[in-house]
């Protein structure tokens, strides 16, 4: 029987995954450059006269040029719950990045069925899911806001629909089974050590 090493798919996916783990950073310290370069913190908007917050919306998540046409304290605060959020997707892509490259460093070494990487794939499961959970409610209550001229009751139902269509959000399956094959491999790496000691 071939070793994992010797298969082409297996080296790679593991040189693709160890590359984009290595890159990655890289790519993030351009894209912050690149905002950094396109303005000061603050700068006048295109013939306007009034002035908007610097994008820092590097997934362009909530489209913010819409949402921010001049400083005041809620649109401060919203700038500031743009950034917290696309750190956090930053930060989180990064982790899963790193779990990934740990998942299949084993698999290429031959270690595809051990605990460790049940527990990686798991916390990659639930990276996919809390991420893309992020990301769709961003999208989605971006024009919630906007300033709407509509009632109050509207925006609230409009807002519940946002979270109920959530749950729908394909990638929070894709998030689950991963997770569940990682709840598999831990389960199958318990049932291996209980057989070896038995024997």
Do not use: C
């Not at 090493?5 to 995954?17: P, R």
């Not at 894209?31 to 006269?49: D, K, R």
């Amino acid at each position: 029987m071939k070793s994992l090493k010797d298969n082409f798919f297996v080296k790679t996916a593991y040189s693709y995954v160890n590359l984009v783990f290595l890159l990655y950073p890289i790519l993030i310290i351009i894209l912050i450059i690149n905002i950094i370069i396109s303005g000061a913190s603050f700068f006048p908007s295109s013939g306007s006269g009034n002035t908007v917050l610097m994008n820092v919306d590097l997934f362009d998540l909530f489209g913010k040029e819409k949402l921010i046409n001049e400083i005041t304290y809620q649109s401060i605060t919203l700038w500031v719950f743009i950034l917290i959020v696309n750190s956090g997707i930053v930060l989180g892509i990064y982790y899963g990045l790193k779990k990934l490259n740990k998942f299949m460093k084993n698999v290429f070494e031959d270690k595809p069925f051990i605990e460790e990487n049940g527990k990686h794939l798991k916390m990659i499961g639930i990276v996919i899911m809390v991420l893309s959970t992020l990301v769709y409610l961003s999208q989605m209550s971006s024009i919630y806001f906007t300033t709407l001229s509509v009632s109050a009751g509207i925006k609230y139902l409009y807002f519940v629909a946002i979270i109920i269509s959530s749950l729908f959000n394909p990638y929070l399956v894709v998030g689950l089974v991963v997770f569940v094959i990682g709840e598999i491999i831990v389960r199958a790496s318990e049932l291996k050590e209980e057989q070896d000691l038995t024997v």
